[in-house]
């Protein structure tokens, strides 16, 4: 079945620093992928998504690239900030058929100042 | 802008009570979603409605159920509590046919 792997935290960064956050998917066909942010003690919003090959989503300054040759879906921003610390989940949606999200375990960002 | 709505945001239920999650859509989204995320876990899908119908269904124990009213807001009832059911209740909604599931706040349920 469908399942998506991302990067084990968690990442503590300074401020400033670069940061990637690994995922990779497995799914038939084409699905959509989405990074998702959850906040402490709040619940998911969508921080950006891309529906196909080679399309880049990007928000915040956060930015992340479809990429099907090597079935990932890294996610990246050149400059974090103090408030870009939450957990950081990425997910896929199957094209057709069932609509539900399938997610990675999440990985926790935390950021010094 | 609205965004979903659930209630309580909140509940505390002890072992083997039933408890009622309420859920209301963004209006004139047609799908509801419920996902089910324990402590420090990914959220899991649990069932899916599109326009009252059930749509898809996933890992929801048989002591769950759920609907969709016909003002599309969806309630999913839970009986016989475990302790294993405390976790964060997400509903999601979408517009059908498009690509983003906005979720709610959740609802966090501590059995005891």
């Known amino acids: ?113 | 802008a609205a965004g979903v709505i659930q209630s309580p945001r909140h509940l505390i239920k002890e072992k083997r009570e039933t408890a009622t999650l309420k859920c209301y859509p963004i209006p004139r989204h047609d799908t509801v979603y419920w996902y089910q995320q324990g402590p420090g876990q990914d959220p899991q899908f649990l069932i899916s409605f599109y326009e009252k119908m059930q749509s898809d269904k996933g890992s929801i124990p048989d002591r769950f159920s759920a609907q969709q009213f016909s003002d599309y807001h969806s309630e999913l009832n839970m009986s016989s509590l475990e302790l294993g059911d405390s976790a964060l209740y997400f509903c999601a909604s979408s517009l059908s046919n498009t690509h983003e599931q906005f979720f709610g706040p959740g609802t966090r349920l501590t059995v005891l």
């Open chain 1, 1 to 113: 079945g469908d399942s998506v792997t991302q990067m084990e935290g968690p990442v503590t960064l300074s401020e400033e620093a670069f940061l990637t956050i690994n995922c990779t998917y497995t799914a038939t066909g084409y699905p959509s992928l989405f990074w998702y942010v959850q906040y402490p003690g709040e619940g998911l919003q969508l921080l950006l998504k891309a529906t196909k090959a080679d399309d880049k989503g990007s928000n915040k300054g956060f930015e992340a690239t479809y990429r099907k040759e090597t079935t990932s879906f890294h996610l990246e921003k050149g400059s974090v900030q103090v408030s870009d610390s939450a957990v950081y989940f990425c997910a896929l949606r199957h094209q057709g058929g069932s609509e539900k999200l399938v997610f990675g375990k999440g990985t926790k960002l935390t950021v010094n100042p």
